[in-house]
């Protein structure tokens, strides 16, 4: 793939731009070129697999049966353009901020009355994320969905230090440049970090902030005897989860670059690297990634990641904000925390620490990806809570 050439979209010059050229807000049509979905199938053919001990399961990371059976369903079965059409059903757009190209969705609601709300994804994800809340959600909000920079069709970034502040600082601008002086957000995963740095930034604007895993890492141990036993449980299970599997924050803390080769370069190489963390993340209720998430919506994600060769800047997130990482500042911005299951491990008390909670649900089904996970669920609970700040 050209890396010059990384929206794969159509755009035109939308006559209600604002005066200054590099205030401009574009429409965006997903138009990925036949020959790269093409290149991308060739080379799934011709991947080169790897062995493994025989009997480990998933205790040294994907299984090579899972990932090949995945991948030729990839390869052979799975329409993209089923998946671009659904996406290019909705309004898109992009502009510059910052000098950097941001993409996003923006759906307005037939209320006129209706709230703004600005829903941030996480990684490994992108706005695939929001698909099944889309449509009720624009019910009740103006809906405002945009690819972190460095992710999707927000393309590669072009300088260091696109970090959660900076993103947050970023929609912040859109959110203005879109009219909007009144808004709420929500995000999980990164999103809550970038939701929470927004609120920060613009507290003023937003009115309310809703997270699902919430913004805080316990700072309780699990022999602390003032935990409840599900508080309990949640820190056992990041204890578990670093030890485990929390290999992957460590390279992408520090050399996204090197990653970056072989996941570019190889489809199958991209893909085992998410769905490894997607299958930890998910549902623990549930024991192959696909159970806890339709296999075309992960295949989606991946092949987003692929076309936009965006793996190496989508990890590099991870490289800025652990140069930036330091004590948080308290927000006054109202807060709401879902909590599903102990796969979101925040716990009430460190979230009260430092923000305005004022609502804490938690949920007995779903995980990390609640948005794909449970839809349902998160949706009424955003639903609920945003309803007494004007949604």
Request: aromatic content about 10%.
């Given at each position: 793939?050209?890396?010059?050439?990384?929206?794969?979209?159509?755009q035109?010059?939308?006559?209600?731009?604002t005066?200054?050229?590099?205030e401009?807000?574009t429409p965006?049509?997903?138009?990925?070129?036949?020959?790269?979905l093409?290149?991308?199938?060739?080379r799934?053919?011709?991947?080169?697999?790897?062995?493994?001990?025989p009997?480990?399961?998933?205790?040294?990371?994907?299984?090579v049966?899972y990932?090949?059976?995945?991948?030729?369903?990839?390869?052979d079965?799975y329409?993209?353009?089923?998946?671009?059409?659904?996406?290019?059903?909705?309004?898109q757009?992009?502009?510059?901020i910052?000098g950097?190209?941001?993409?996003?969705?923006?759906?307005?609601s037939?209320?006129a009355?209706?709230l703004p709300?600005i829903?941030?994804h996480?990684?490994?994800?992108?706005?695939?994320e929001?698909?099944?809340?889309?449509?009720?959600?624009?019910?009740d909000?103006?809906?405002v969905?945009?690819?972190?920079?460095?992710?999707g069709?927000?393309?590669?970034?072009?300088?260091a230090?696109?970090?959660?502040?900076?993103?947050?600082?970023?929609?912040?601008?859109?959110?203005?440049?879109?009219?909007?002086?009144?808004?709420?957000?929500q995000?999980?995963?990164?999103?809550s970090?970038?939701?929470?740095?927004?609120a920060?930034i613009?507290?003023?604007?937003?009115?309310?902030?809703?997270?699902?895993?919430?913004t805080?890492?316990?700072?309780?141990t699990?022999?602390d005897?003032?935990l409840?036993?599900r508080?309990?449980?949640?820190?056992?299970r990041?204890n578990e989860?670093?030890?485990?599997a929390?290999?992957?924050?460590a390279?992408?803390?520090?050399r996204?670059?090197?990653l970056?080769?072989?996941?570019?370069?190889?489809p199958?190489?991209q893909?085992g690297?998410?769905?490894d963390?997607?299958r930890?993340?998910?549902?623990?209720?549930?024991?192959?990634?696909h159970?806890?998430?339709?296999?075309?919506?992960?295949l989606t994600?991946?092949?987003?990641y692929?076309l936009t060769?965006?793996?190496?800047?989508?990890?590099?997130?991870?490289?800025?904000d652990?140069?930036?990482?330091?004590e948080q500042?308290?927000s006054?911005v109202?807060?709401?925390v879902?909590q599903?299951?102990v796969?979101?491990?925040a716990?009430?008390?460190?979230?009260?620490?430092?923000?305005?909670l004022v609502?804490?649900t938690?949920?007995?089904?779903g995980?990390?990806?609640?948005?794909?996970?449970?839809?349902d669920?998160?949706?009424q609970?955003?639903?609920?809570?945003f309803?007494?700040?004007?949604?």
């Amino acid at each position: 793939m050209n890396s010059d050439n990384v929206t794969q979209g159509e755009q035109q010059t939308d006559t209600t731009t604002t005066a200054r050229a590099d205030e401009a807000i574009t429409p965006f049509r997903i138009t990925v070129p036949q020959g790269e979905l093409d290149d991308l199938r060739e080379r799934i053919h011709r991947a080169r697999w790897p062995r493994e001990v025989p009997g480990q399961g998933w205790s040294r990371g994907v299984p090579v049966g899972y990932l090949r059976e995945l991948a030729a369903h990839w390869a052979d079965t799975y329409d993209w353009r089923a998946w671009e059409a659904r996406l290019n059903a909705y309004p898109q757009f992009t502009t510059t901020i910052d000098g950097q190209n941001i993409h996003f969705l923006h759906i307005r609601s037939a209320r006129a009355d209706a709230l703004p709300l600005i829903l941030t994804h996480g990684w490994p994800g992108s706005v695939v994320e929001f698909l099944d809340l889309v449509e009720p959600l624009s019910r009740d909000f103006h809906l405002v969905v945009p690819s972190i920079p460095g992710f999707g069709f927000s393309g590669p970034v072009d300088e260091a230090g696109w970090g959660t502040e900076r993103v947050a600082g970023a929609w912040a601008r859109l959110m203005r440049r879109l009219g909007y002086t009144r808004y709420g957000a929500q995000g999980g995963d990164f999103g809550s970090g970038i939701s929470r740095a927004l609120a920060l930034i613009a507290p003023d604007e937003v009115v309310a902030l809703h997270v699902n895993g919430g913004t805080t890492y316990p700072s309780a141990t699990e022999d602390d005897p003032t935990l409840t036993e599900r508080e309990r449980a949640r820190v056992r299970r990041m204890n578990e989860f670093m030890g485990e599997a929390g290999g992957y924050l460590a390279i992408q803390s520090t050399r996204p670059q090197t990653l970056a080769y072989g996941l570019t370069d190889s489809p199958v190489g991209q893909l085992g690297w998410i769905i490894d963390k997607f299958r930890d993340m998910t549902d623990l209720a549930k024991e192959l990634p696909h159970e806890a998430i339709d296999r075309d919506v992960l295949l989606t994600h991946a092949t987003l990641y692929w076309l936009t060769a965006t793996a190496g800047s989508s990890a590099a997130l991870y490289y800025e904000d652990a140069r930036s990482w330091g004590e948080q500042r308290r927000s006054e911005v109202p807060l709401a925390v879902a909590q599903f299951t102990v796969q979101d491990i925040a716990l009430r008390r460190d979230e009260e620490k430092l923000n305005n909670l004022v609502r804490w649900t938690d949920h007995d089904r779903g995980g990390h990806f609640a948005a794909m996970e449970a839809p349902d669920l998160l949706l009424q609970d955003i639903r609920e809570f945003f309803a007494d700040y004007g949604a």
